[in-house]
């Protein structure tokens, strides 16, 4: 029974545990309806670099037309690593799952560490599995880099601050280079991010911590941070302009995207009270949060304050995105966590505090099942590589009436163009393409696209799910 108590308090066995749930359906192609589109976006650039060309500074897309798909995005490091493990295993839709899924768990282990240094074991043990059961449960097995990335923030966080405290001069700069090295991909993989190293700036106030380890500590950091400022604000418009495909959001002006949260306030605010620790969750967090306020719990108060600032800069940025997407709020989940797991801690019954906990983890994991189902009629759709196979060449270009959504381009493992029934229908449009390479049209009948006839043109296959025509 003793050995059983120990196994239970250790946050190492329920992080294991989160994992081995986690596997369940790993190996499902990326068609769950939560953001199969942002998965195959993923995934293309993954197989691109496998059967074209394997250059990390060119990534590709399939949706690009007749133009070759390079195109400015996130820097493809989750891509690249899909590709490296393909190129020894072969390619298969889930390797970025069971990528994502093992850094991301690494990642709880070192935002456990991270927070058992500055407070109780007590406020880490809650803290983490709040985070577990987060967002954070679904998305880390998705093949998308937000907790891919935060997972090395938090990581480079951890051993940054190992630097700031050790007194041991061989140890501290082993710990200050892969703070580096973590912080620089971290914010390659996912700029926002990058946000909370603003964390930093209440070290900068220690007064403790001496001023030549500090200016060590900002070269380092200036030298991590240069890689992603390269990335996002000289090569990916590069591409963009040099290969004429644009792609990758990054941003608008504060001015349009402060109306536009102002616009969708409650769609913003819940964001924070629901998508991130969900109802219950929420409500310990603001539990913790208004404690720290009243008994003036600086550590809290300065912490809350100074990310929340900096992460309203990317909130702002993003407008109506952050609104509209819930993949925009985990950045500040792990802080909400933290609150949270704080809030839990100051419960004076021990046992009421487990049970407040356990209802966060049942209701967050509750609420993110549907991640690990597949819709039937979606399924089917992973049959359109092999119908296109039997009649046309894997170089042929297609369209397919998915509208905005890649998905259907990802499965059918060819190149071309996703537009909506409205544009097929315009036949000005279609001879554009004609011209362009256009082989082949692929009507959707139920998933990602609604059908329309098109007589004018020759069927070549039809099935309940879609139909192909030849030009």
């Known amino acids: 029974m003793r050995i059983i108590k120990e196994i239970i308090k250790d946050i190492r066995f329920w992080i294991l545990l989160l994992f081995i749930v986690r596997l369940i359906g790993i190996s499902n192609p990326p068609l769950e309806v939560g953001?199969?589109?942002r998965q195959t976006t993923v995934t293309m650039v993954s197989r691109n670099f496998l059967e074209i060309d394997n250059n990390i500074l060119y990534p590709r897309i399939d949706i690009a037309g007749e133009k070759t798909g390079i195109t400015g995005m996130e820097f493809p490091l989750l891509n690249y690593t899909i590709y490296i493990v393909s190129k020894v295993f072969g390619y298969q839709h889930w390797f970025g799952r069971l990528i994502n899924l093992l850094i991301s768990s690494f990642g709880l282990w070192f935002f456990y560490r991270l927070i058992r240094k500055y407070f109780t074991e007590q406020v880490a043990f809650f803290s983490t599995i709040i985070l577990a059961v987060s967002i954070w449960f679904q998305f880390s097995r998705k093949i998308m880099p937000d907790t891919f990335s935060m997972s090395m923030i938090i990581a480079s966080i951890y051993f940054g601050s190992n630097y700031l405290d050790s007194t041991i001069r061989k140890y501290s700069l082993m710990q200050l280079t892969i703070y580096t090295i973590l912080m620089s991909l971290g914010i390659l993989s996912k700029l926002p991010s990058g946000f909370l190293l603003v964390v930093f700036l209440i070290f900068f106030f220690d007064k403790t911590i001496p001023i030549k380890r500090k200016i060590i500590f900002?070269?380092?950091?200036?030298?991590?941070?240069?890689?992603?400022?390269?990335?996002?604000?000289?090569?990916?418009?590069?591409?963009?302009?040099?290969y004429e495909f644009w792609h990758f959001f990054m941003g608008k002006s504060f001015a349009q995207g402060f109306r536009e949260i102002v616009q969708n306030l409650n769609e913003t605010l819940s964001k924070f009270y629901d998508t991130a620790l969900k109802f219950i969750g929420f409500g310990v967090f603001t539990y913790g949060l208004v404690y720290s306020f009243v008994k003036k719990d600086l550590k809290i108060c300065i912490l809350f304050v100074l990310t929340f600032i900096s992460f309203s800069v990317i909130i702002f940025k993003a407008g109506f995105t952050f609104s509209h997407h819930n993949y925009y709020i985990i950045p500040f989940v792990p802080i909400m966590a933290l609150i949270a797991g704080y809030g839990l801690s100051k419960i004076k019954h021990s046992k009421v505090a487990v049970i407040i906990l356990i209802a966060i983890s049942i209701e967050g994991i509750a609420n993110q099942l549907y991640d690990f189902r597949i819709k039937e009629h979606d399924k089917k759709i992973v049959n359109l590589e092999k119908d296109l196979d039997s009649v046309s060449h894997r170089d042929d270009l297609i369209l397919i009436n998915s509208g905005n959504f890649p998905t259907p381009m990802y499965f059918?493992?060819?190149?071309?163009?996703?537009?909506?029934?409205?544009?097929?229908?315009?036949?000005?449009?279609?001879?554009?393409?004609?011209?362009?390479?256009?082989?082949?049209?692929?009507?959707l009948k139920r998933s990602f696209g609604s059908e329309i006839l098109l007589t004018q043109y020759k069927k070549v296959l039809e099935n309940d799910d879609y139909c192909i025509y030849e030009l």
């Not at 900002?218 to 040099?242: A, E, M, N, R, T």
């Not at 996703?418 to 049209?441: A, F, H, P, R």
């Open 35 to 37: 953001h199969n589109w």
């Open 218 to 242: 900002s070269i380092f950091s200036l030298i991590g941070i240069l890689p992603p400022v390269i990335w996002y604000y000289h090569w990916v418009p590069y591409l963009v302009d040099q």
């Open 412 to 443: 059918a493992h060819r190149k071309g163009w996703v537009v909506t029934n409205e544009q097929i229908e315009d036949g000005n449009y279609i001879k554009s393409l004609k011209i362009k390479g256009l082989k082949y049209i692929v009507i």
